[in-house]
């Protein structure tokens, strides 16, 4: 029996949090619900964009649960699991897919930096294949945790039966190419940042996980629409109109633009939690401004 196929558009979802730091779970499933009637394929709760390192593994649980019952049924729900213990990794994947999740993506380890070599990361990703009740994808962030797995690891953790798939948010087209030639057909490759998109899909990449997507679902959704249908030109216009909306939620801006993104489009974005800082009022017309250019408001 070949892997689990995922296909299309997922938000790693936000977490909204109330004005004293409490999380706003009512404004977490009204996301989810609005979320439900777009063409998005899934969800990713307790991704980087969730504000998980703030979270505690009660608050953890609860998202889980909360995504699980509110999901529409035809959405895959995944779960963000990655501790920097292979124990508790185990432990927080397996209480998850007990609740609902369906898969788990798993951030490498990363604060003994050094150590964090090939042979350790097939080790802690095989131990944690082996002992996970659902599947598993590795989660390739650089940006936050300033390792980039190596295509030995990549090319020997691909073939074990329990690890499906890998969510690469380096946006380096030239790696995305080498995981292409180097995993098997039926191993998900997915791209975690929108400003890959287009140029991920024209590798053959099927699926994304998008910070971008919790406020732009559907124009995420039409760009992979309009490249399936062959229409590359349409899809590339639309790429690149998104693009600056992209490079202000995820770079520029980081969580704080995103969510007040959010709260401007229709969603709840709520507030950030400390020690992270709310958006400034002068950064909010900047945000308005490239909300206007891109034709969004």
């Known amino acids: 029996m070949g892997k689990i196929q ?4 997922m938000p790693p979802m936000i977490t909204p949090f109330k004005e004293h730091g409490d999380v706003d779970y009512e404004g977490f499933v009204a996301n989810i619900k609005k979320w439900n009637e777009t063409g ?4 990713l709760v307790l991704g980087s964009n969730s504000e998980t390192v703030y979270l505690s593994e009660e608050e ?3 998202l889980v649960r909360l995504a699980a019952e509110n999901k529409k049924e035809d959405k895959f729900l995944l779960v963000g699991s990655g501790m920097e213990s292979l124990r508790e990794t185990i432990k927080l994947t397996n209480e998850a897919a007990k609740l609902g999740a ?3 993506l798993v951030l490498t ?3 003994y930096n050094a150590a964090m070599t090939s042979e350790a990361l097939i080790n802690y990703f095989t131990q944690l294949a082996d002992n996970s009740d659902i599947p598993i994808l590795i989660y390739n962030v650089p940006k936050f945790t300033h390792i980039n797995i190596k295509p030995d690891a990549v090319a020997e953790l691909s073939r074990h039966p329990n690890i499906i798939g890998m969510k690469d948010s380096s946006g380096d087209m030239p790696q995305m190419a080498t995981w292409k030639r180097i995993v098997p057909e039926d191993f998900n490759l997915l791209v975690g940042t929108a400003s890959a998109w287009f140029p991920a899909l024209a590798l053959g990449v099927k699926g994304s996980i998008l910070a971008l997507a919790n406020c732009n679902p559907n124009e995420c959704v039409e760009v992979q629409d309009l490249f399936d249908k062959g229409n590359w030109e349409e899809a590339r216009e639309l790429y690149q109109r998104m693009f600056p909306v992209n490079g202000a939620v995820t770079g520029a801006y980081g969580i704080p633009g995103l969510k007040y993104v959010c709260d401007k489009l229709g969603y709840v974005g709520g507030n950030v939690r400390t020690p992270l800082m709310p958006v400034k009022e002068s950064a909010k017309a900047e945000l308005d401004e490239i909300l206007k ?3 969004i408001i």
Do not use: F, H, S, W
């Open 6 to 9: 995922l296909k299309g558009v």
């Open 40 to 43: 998005m394929t899934g969800y």
């Open 60 to 62: 953890k649980l609860e």
């Open 102 to 104: 369906q898969a788990a």
């Open 109 to 111: 380890p990363n604060y």
């Open 293 to 295: 250019k891109a034709q």
